[in-house]
């Protein structure tokens, strides 16, 4: 169980700053004990020199992102006004530029190249842009990928992303500031599906036009056991054939359909743009970053937009489209395997 909010605020937040002071005062002592551990191992493998240098960008960041919010909150009336558009597009632009400063300091120091195939857009296509709702559909492989998927919604296409999370990422004090004055949902772990779905249809059915919101059917990382999970559920429940669909499935998860038709019942004026990526797969958990961590990395992403207009309205009919779009996803996947330096 998660903290109260108000010790969160007044333990975890005070708590970054300082260890930011610290880390930034001994990081000349951090980065020769690094390097002098990483000198028997050879050169893929001395990664302990970037990730020292990333967290303490990232606590750098994390605090002056903590002290905009305290200023956000001072403008907003101490917290009377925070609802108001003004101030909640105050927050979505301090987001925009911590992930955006996150996003260059991760490209330099772990060589990141990030390639997006993305459809031409007619003019038809450049004036709907900002014209209705999206939600986005988006294989689930790590903390990176929604990192990334967030910054290009914000940065690149003007969106304001609205997202169901995990609640203990409210211990991250900056993300539990903002994210918590914007219309997002942070679930408990124990939550029951009719909860989930429930935070779903709120998001969706408040979007305006620059809205998009953001949902990961596979209800959680790829891993190889989870994969034959998803499968065995289905079984399980007598749905033999989107189990074997879910056998074909190399890279990816069976889809959990319940929440994407949510949204789109709770919205029927979206679009639905679907997103398949590779590149970051096997960065899941601290210790893939430490074992794992490339030299240089290739994140390749491809996105394609359904219009409102074609999107199935009966349950079946979206239940063996989701699962058609699943299809294309693992077969780019399969064909766009990134190449980078191993690790070891």
């Not at 919101?213 to 749905?239: C, D, H, Y």
């Not at 601290?286 to 074992?291: A, E, K, R």
């Amino acid at each position: 169980m998660l903290p109260p909010r108000i010790i969160r605020r007044l333990i975890l937040a005070p708590l970054v700053i300082v260890l930011t002071v610290v880390a930034v005062i001994t990081l000349p002592l951090w980065l020769l004990v690094v390097a002098a551990a990483s000198l028997h191992l050879p050169p893929p493998q001395r990664r302990g020199t970037r990730l020292v240098w990333f967290a303490v960008a990232w606590l750098a960041l994390e605090s002056m992102a903590l002290f905009a919010c305290l200023g956000l909150w001072v403008a907003s009336g101490f917290g009377g006004w925070l609802h108001r558009d003004e101030h909640q597009e105050r927050h979505y632009a301090l987001i925009r530029w911590f992930l955006s400063k996150v996003y260059g300091v991760a490209v330099r120091i772990f060589r990141l190249s990030v390639e997006i195939d993305e459809p031409t857009p007619t003019s038809d296509e450049l004036s709907r842009r900002l014209t209705r709702p999206v939600i986005v559909l988006s294989r689930h492989a790590g903390p990176g990928d929604s990192f990334l998927l967030v910054h290009h919604l914000l940065a690149r296409y003007g969106r304001r992303p609205r997202i169901v999370m995990k609640a203990a990422l409210q211990l991250d004090p900056s993300l539990d500031v903002v994210i918590n004055r914007l219309p997002n949902a942070f679930v408990p772990r124990k939550t029951s599906e009719s909860g989930v779905l429930g935070e779903i249809r709120r998001l969706a059915s408040g979007m305006d036009a620059d809205d998009a919101l953001v949902i990961f059917p596979e209800g959680g990382n790829f891993t190889p056991r989870r994969r034959w999970r998803a499968i065995l559920r289905l079984e399980r429940k007598g749905l033999s054939e989107e189990a074997a669909r879910a056998r074909g499935l190399e890279h990816l998860m069976a889809p959990r359909p319940n929440g994407a038709i949510a949204a789109i019942e709770a919205c029927p004026e979206a679009d639905v743009i679907f997103v398949a990526h590779t590149g970051l797969d096997d960065l899941v958990t601290l210790g893939d970053v430490w074992h794992r961590l490339p030299m240089s990395a290739e994140i390749k992403a491809k996105w394609w937009r359904v219009q409102a207009a074609e999107v199935p309205r009966d349950r079946e009919s979206q239940i063996r489209w989701l699962f058609d779009q699943w299809e294309e996803i693992d077969a780019w996947i399969t064909a766009n395997q990134p190449t980078s330096i191993p690790a070891s």
